[in-house]
């Protein structure tokens, strides 16, 4: 920049009439206006990979900011080129530095709009959750910190002092953020959920207190729709800091149960009822076979204590409900076909005569 400065003051301080030299300013500034497309497009061409095709290069965040930039240095060169007083000089200057800080704020806010190419390309790259309301937040105040950033700037490019600013600042957001805790709590949870992602729309999960299916995640809550269909709202900041059981991750679900049989039973009908049942749950597809165990663990104080355990891949509960339900009724018709019954709690009495 210094050089085309020192460029265009040698070439202002030729003898040029105040006609020629008005017109070769406008010419500088027609010159820019109509040259700029190209330019804008061989800036971003440089730093794109191989391979980008021409609508992606105007489509992108930086494609608009470098045409208006392009714009504007042409307008400062023909200033320069016109000649101006030290005074004004300093003044075109500063609006000239600070209208570059404004371009960059908002090449850097296009990218990171919901539906930017960059935006896109994170996302898919980072396989985030894509929930539209979370990711219209995150960048949202991105977009407003970038901007006050560059409002900060600009005032002290102009020349003020902003300690006095940023002191007032900071004792403004020191209010602001003791009244507004709670929410700060629930806004940084919120983001927490986004991209730690322990859970997502539609999946089962249980919490210290509550358990159901995910219907909402917004900025400050989540809500959960209970097993007794009403819908709980939980903030944010709690589930944050609290554990998450996400059932809807498990790979295999488990079935288990411990079946007190009578002391009658002898060892030939334990046996039998042993192996019955390991070759019934055997038979089902939605077992897998590797999982299953059916032992004679104890002998408790009312009966003879059977443990059995299998897992199955049904993710949806009904289904693994349904399966049990239908186990359950084989295993009582096991019992009956060997002639067993389940005990109960109970104590025998001897009376001494």
Not at 41 to 46: P, V
Not at 97 to 106: E, G, K, N, Q
Not at 196 to 204: H, Q, R, T, V, Y
Not at 255 to 279: G, H, P, S
Request: charged share 20%; proline share 3%; glycine share 4%.
């Amino acid at each position: 920049m210094d050089k085309i400065n020192e460029m265009i003051t040698k070439i202002s301080n030729l003898e040029l009439s105040t006609f020629s030299r008005i017109l070769i300013a406008i010419g500088i500034v027609l010159f820019f206006l109509i040259i700029r497309p190209l330019l804008s497009y061989i800036m971003i061409k440089i730093f794109k990979i191989k391979g980008t095709n021409n609508e992606k290069i105007k489509n992108s965040a930086l494609y608009k900011p470098l045409k208006i930039f392009f714009l504007i240095l042409g307008i400062y060169l023909a200033i320069l080129f016109l000649g101006v007083p030290d005074s004004l000089f300093l003044i075109i200057n500063r609006l000239f530095r600070v209208s570059i800080i404004i371009l960059i704020a908002c090449s850097v806010s296009n990218a990171l709009k919901p539906n930017s190419l960059f935006i896109k390309a994170f996302l898919k790259k980072t396989r985030v959750s894509h929930d539209i309301k979370i990711i219209n937040l995150v960048c949202n105040i991105a977009r407003v910190l970038i901007f006050c950033i560059a409002i900060v700037i600009s005032i002290s490019e102009l020349g003020y002092d902003i300690n006095g600013l940023i002191a007032g600042l900071g004792l403004s957001g020191v209010t602001i953020a003791l009244a507004a805790q709670d929410t700060a709590k629930n806004l940084f949870g919120g983001m927490v959920i986004f991209f730690d992602k322990p859970f997502a729309i539609g999946e089962w999960i249980q919490t210290e207190k509550y358990e159901g299916i995910v219907e909402e995640i917004t900025f400050r809550s989540t809500r959960i729709r209970t097993w007794d269909d009403s819908v709980v709202t939980i903030p944010n900041s709690d589930i944050a800091n609290s554990p998450v059981i996400n059932w809807t991750k498990m790979n295999l679900r488990r079935i288990k149960m411990n079946l007190i049989l009578e002391y009658r039973a002898n060892l030939k009908q334990l046996c039998n009822f042993t192996n019955d049942v390991q070759t019934l749950l055997e038979s089902y597809d939605d077992i897998v076979n590797e999982t299953i165990t059916v032992k004679f663990t104890e002998m408790e104080d009312s009966g003879y204590n059977i443990y059995i355990s299998c897992k199955t891949p049904l993710k949806s509960y009904s289904d693994y409900i349904s399966l049990k339900e239908n186990i359950n009724y084989k295993i009582i018709q096991i019992l009956e076909k060997n002639k067993i019954d389940l005990a109960y709690p109970s104590q025998t009495i001897y009376l001494k005569k």
